[in-house]
Nanobody, 115 residues
């Protein structure tokens, strides 16, 4: 499984760092990136690793969000800067079980951006 943390309430212009930690090593679970879903909207990928190891960001967050990983902890971080009210959503990570080839989703962590 994967577990997200780090969400909370932040004022516009503020920052948060989210974490996604897998329950097994990188040899078993590969964390692929972050998605988010706002109320009444479909989920959208916002920061994902490509198969070649690069990263893709949604246009709405490019230049404000960065993604990084700690393979020793099998944790992927999402650093979110200059947050806007429209960034409010449930943020969750997606991973793949490399043995079963099954996608894994976490429960998510809620981000609220409000003054």
């Amino acid at each position: 499984q994967v577990v997200e943390s780090g969400g909370g309430l932040v004022q516009p212009g503020g920052s948060l760092r989210l974490s996604c930690t897998a329950s097994a090593t990188v040899f078993r679970i590969k964390i692929m990136g972050w998605h988010r879903q706002a109320p009444g909207k479909q989920s959208e990928p916002i920061a994902v690793y490509t198969n070649s190891g690069g990263t893709n960001f949604a246009a709405a967050v490019k230049g404000r969000f960065t993604i990084s990983r700690d393979n020793a902890k099998n944790t992927v971080y999402l650093q979110m800067n200059n947050l806007k009210p429209e960034d409010a959503a449930n943020y969750f990570c997606i991973a793949r079980d490399l043995r079963t080839n099954r996608d894994l989703w976490g429960q998510g962590t809620q981000v609220t951006v409000s003054s």
